[in-house]
């Protein structure tokens, strides 16, 4: 326990009392007692008043206080005063005697329940304002100090630092949890010698804080960088050697806030910047906070528009070169509600897949394409679409499955489906993502590479895999430098290569007549982009197919 915790504990001990005058009061009471029985008529049931100074010495002086006013008053009572006032009879020797023993049992019982009691409250107490695992003071120490010093206006300056230890949990992992709170303790204990002029708080199991006043930010900041430096050496626990990893962040009143409970949640804060920014040591920052506050913005409400259909679909269409067709569509994400548009879909996505619910938009995808299908089937519109699939999809078990009751709901048939994956989906999960390909593609439906050319392996999974693909798709970069011979050249073999695999190439962001001849030189099988058309609805892209002439 560390020694301003002492202090604390020793003060929670302490009765309050004026001793003096409770001595005059106890005096007192014993006194008009026997004068009250000696005028009722002697020793009497008025005797029973003694309780109160009885009571009352055991509980400011304890059970051997109590045991002195039990003889007193057995005495005061006893010998002196009379059984019967009028015929001045005394009492027998062995009845005030008696009743001395019957006080100091009373004495002695109630001064140990009175003692059983304080020590209970004293543990709760103790256990209100230390974090028994570590015997430092906790988060509920530290709330109290910080509101206390905040509003006094005592302090011009109070910096409070939070430390995060941040492979505590590994340790608890791979080594053993005793280890782990050993080590906890150890940083606790570094954090008391080196914060001389600070209250160290065991605020969390791995979260510590020190409240320093008069200290500004940047003392404060360079402080804790100082500290952290001194933790990087391995300190041995238990003769095994221990590796502690902290971040710390800083925050200040006045400068970040006068309210003692806002400056908590900033803190917390605080240390989240720290863990986002990748630094050791950060001082909150109003500005950086903002912006977070508008991701998370952005994030319910993309979920708000998931929940309430603000969605639609959008479908570019795939061009045949060779007879100038339309041999399908790629459904793409657009946001149904003109206020949303200031995200990007890329965005959109992108958060998505950060807040872990990516799964759901695909599904809604996956299911309105189905739905679309079957209303073009019902037109007598056969139309292939093509639909992109992100990592979290693949690792889901229930995905193939969710694919399949999709397509028998609305009746579709699955060799009109298509899925676009990037080498990155597979390049996290490779065993796992190759196994739901061949689960899909025993289904019928085909299968797509896409942005083949942009990353480290591409070669690697069109040698290894290819009889999983049906299409690779060269991103739009590439295709913007085809009018560059060396670049054309590098293009030119890449569909050779894709044709000698057995698969179909699908170049992207085609825009110009130029960009669509050297493709048809270089025997490309299909084109996709702005020259021909951008993403259309589908009441556009039915106009679409009616009046273009390709």
Not at 271 to 280: A, F, G, N
Request: glycine share 4%; proline share 3%; charged share 25%.
């Amino acid at each position: 326990m560390n020694k301003k915790l002492q202090v604390l504990v020793a003060d929670l001990g302490k009765d309050t009392y004026n001793y003096p005058l409770s001595i005059v009061f106890i005096i007192f009471s014993i006194f008009l007692t026997t004068l009250i029985a000696f005028m009722t008529g002697g020793s009497n049931s008025s005797l029973h008043l003694l309780y109160i100074p009885l009571f009352f010495s055991v509980l400011v002086f304890g059970i051997k206080g109590g045991i002195i006013t039990a003889v007193v008053a057995g005495l005061a009572v006893g010998p002196y005063l009379p059984i019967n006032s009028a015929n001045n009879i005394m009492q027998p020797p062995a009845m005030w005697l008696f009743r001395i023993g019957i006080f100091i049992v009373i004495v002695v019982f109630v001064g140990s329940l009175i003692e059983l009691i304080k020590k209970t409250e004293e543990l709760e107490k103790r256990k209100a304002y230390e974090d028994l695992r570590t015997g430092y003071y906790n988060f509920n120490k530290f709330k109290l100090d910080l509101w206390t010093m905040v509003s006094s206006c005592k302090y011009q300056d109070i910096s409070v630092i939070m430390f995060e230890f941040q492979n505590i949990d590994m340790i608890k992992r791979y080594v053993d949890v005793e280890t782990s709170q050993k080590s906890f303790v150890e940083l606790l204990d570094k954090a008391e010698k080196y914060f001389e002029d600070g209250t160290i708080y065991a605020a969390t199991s791995k979260k510590i804080t020190v409240i320093l006043p008069e200290w500004d930010a940047w003392e404060a900041a360079k402080s804790a960088k100082d500290f952290i430096a001194t933790t990087k050496k391995p300190v041995y626990i238990d003769n095994f050697p221990i590796s502690i990893v902290v971040k710390g962040a800083v925050i200040n009143y006045p400068k970040h806030e006068t309210d003692g409970d806002r400056l908590i949640v900033k803190l917390d804060k605080a240390i989240e910047q720290c863990l986002r920014c990748h630094s050791e040591v950060v001082i909150y920052d109003d500005i950086i906070e903002i912006e977070q506050e508008k991701y998370y913005s952005g994030l319910v409400s993309l979920y708000h528009s998931l929940q309430n259909d603000m969605f639609t679909l959008a479908y570019q269409p795939k061009i045949d070169l060779k007879n100038n067709s339309v041999i399908g569509v790629e459904a793409l994400l657009r946001w149904k509600d003109k206020d949303k548009k200031s995200m990007s879909i890329s965005e959109l996505i992108r958060r998505a897949e950060e807040a872990g619910f990516i799964n759901q938009i695909t599904r809604w995808v996956i299911k309105n394409t189905a739905m679309q299908m079957k209303r073009w089937d019902e037109k007598g519109i056969i139309m292939p679409v093509s639909i992109n699939l992100s990592a979290k999809e693949l690792s889901d078990d229930t995905f193939v499955e969710y694919v399949r009751e999709c397509l028998d709901e609305y009746g579709v048939n699955p060799i009109n489906l298509e899925f676009e994956l990037t080498e990155r989906i597979i390049i996290l999960d490779e065993k796992n993502a190759l196994e739901q390909f061949r689960k899909l593609k025993k289904m019928g439906i085909k299968m797509s590479l896409d942005d083949y050319g942009s990353g480290f392996n591409s070669a690697k999974y069109l040698m290894e895999y290819g009889e999983i693909f049906d299409y690779l798709k060269i991103e739009k970069k590439l295709i913007d430098k085809i009018t560059n011979e060396k670049n054309f050249a590098i293009i030119k073999c890449m569909i050779n290569a894709t044709h000698m695999f057995g698969m179909k190439l699908v170049a992207e962001g085609v825009e110009t007549i130029s960009q669509v001849e050297l493709l048809k030189s270089a025997d490309c099988d299909y084109i996709q982009g702005f020259y021909y058309s951008k993403p259309l609805f589908a009441e556009d892209l039915e106009q679409f197919l009616q009046k273009q002439n390709l």
